[in-house]
């Protein structure tokens, strides 16, 4: 019934171990809590000083919010299936 856990995925940004599908692409937690905590106010992401070409690892990936942001665009990520704060309380309560 339930799908096995499988240990071979990764996640599509960082490359970290990944379980379940976040934001519209397979990602570990730490992407995935780094795209909802900037996906609401994209414009304040510090830009890049490596001429937005860094490499996104699980090393490197809190290096340059810039291209880590970019990053989760590119593999599938979307903004608006975060979820506003305003709904996430209501439904707790």
Same mark, same amino acid.
């Given at each position: 019934? /339930?799908?096995?856990?499988?240990?071979?995925? !990764?996640?599509?940004?960082?490359?970290? =171990?990944?379980?379940?599908?976040?934001?519209?692409?397979?990602?570990?937690?730490?992407? &995935?809590? +780094?795209? @909802? !905590? %900037?996906?609401?106010?994209? *414009?304040?992401?510090? #830009?890049?000083? +490596? /001429?937005?070409?860094?490499?996104? =690892?699980?090393?490197? %990936? #809190?290096?340059?919010?810039?291209?880590?942001? =970019?990053?989760?665009?590119?593999?599938?990520?979307? =903004? /608006? %299936?975060?979820?506003? *704060? *305003?709904?996430?309380? %209501? &439904? @707790?309560?």
């Amino acid at each position: 019934m /339930y799908e096995q856990l499988n240990e071979n995925k !990764r996640c599509q940004v960082c490359g970290d =171990t990944a379980y379940i599908s976040n934001y519209g692409a397979l990602s570990c937690a730490s992407c &995935k809590s +780094f795209f @909802r !905590r %900037r996906g609401f106010h994209p *414009e304040n992401i510090p #830009k890049c000083a +490596f /001429y937005e070409n860094c490499h996104i =690892t699980v090393q490197s %990936r #809190k290096s340059c919010s810039a291209c880590r942001f =970019t990053k989760c665009l590119a593999v599938g990520m979307h =903004t /608006y %299936r975060i979820r506003k *704060e *305003e709904i996430i309380i %209501r &439904k @707790r309560s």
